[in-house]
């Protein structure tokens, strides 16, 4: 049964802390997507990986915002500073592309709480 | 900047009901997706369309390009269907490379009432 594995599911820490998310996408996807939902905002794209290379961070706050394939099995998004407005809950997706747009798988997502 | 506006924000309805939710954008996209947010915080893609309609069970999505808007259908609703429905408009950007952007609607909370 494939599907995209979130971990960890839950997360709490404090103010300052670094904070990593982990994302292993389908087997043999090639698109990797980070979404951010809050009440506030709704969902948000933040980063977006082809074939492992970032293709658009543009939603991501670069200063403390980091994505990254070290491999085609693993995705990280990591927050240092993590701050209390970064509390959220964080989807991957991933998706299958050759030409055109892909359809996105979603993972369970990380609900991030920070205080 | 892509501006995706839903309707209804939310909606009641009665079990079997024919249920339509609305999307509307405003700059020229390659692709549309509808997702399905359960209760629980689970998204699954529903459907993914650049020109006309699919259908995929009692579910059909359409899109009008000339009229920017596209529209999600619920045939024989049922309890189950209850979640919220998120439409997502992939901007198409001129520049060479890159990823285009993907732009969300704010969703539209269902609850089909047995």
């Known amino acids: 049964d494939a599907r995209v594995t979130q971990t960890p599911r839950h997360k709490v820490t404090e103010m300052g802390q670094e904070v990593t998310m982990r994302c292993q996408p389908i087997?043999?996807?090639?698109?990797v997507f980070w979404y951010r939902q809050t009440m506030m905002q709704g969902l948000e794209l933040l980063a977006y990986f082809r074939n492992r290379a970032p293709l658009d961070d543009s939603g991501m706050p670069k200063d403390r915002f980091s994505a990254e394939m070290p491999d085609a099995t693993l995705a990280t998004l990591k927050i240092q500073p993590s701050e209390p407005r970064d509390s959220a809950v964080y989807f991957c997706?991933?998706?299958?592309?050759?030409?055109?747009?892909?359809?996105?798988?979603f993972g369970q997502g990380t609900r991030l709480t920070v205080v | 900047k892509n501006e995706v506006e839903q309707s209804p924000q939310n909606l009641t309805a009665q079990e079997g009901e024919f249920i339509t939710i609305n999307c509307s954008y405003s700059?020229?996209?390659?692709?549309l997706h509808w997702l399905q947010q359960h209760p629980g915080g689970g998204i699954v893609s529903l459907f993914m369309?650049?020109?006309g309609k699919k259908k995929h069970g009692r579910l059909i999505a359409t899109i009008n390009i000339q009229e920017k808007h596209s529209s999600l259908h619920i045939t024989a609703s049922h309890p189950r269907d209850s979640a919220v429905y998120i439409c997502a408009a992939r901007e198409r950007r001129r520049s060479g490379g890159g990823a285009d952007g993907l732009t969300f609607g704010k969703g539209t909370h269902l609850i089909i009432q047995p």
């Open positions: 087997l043999g996807h090639n698109t």
């Open positions: 700059v020229g996209i390659s692709a």
């Open positions: 997706a991933s998706g299958l592309e050759f030409e055109g747009t892909p359809e996105a798988f």
């Open positions: 369309l650049s020109s």
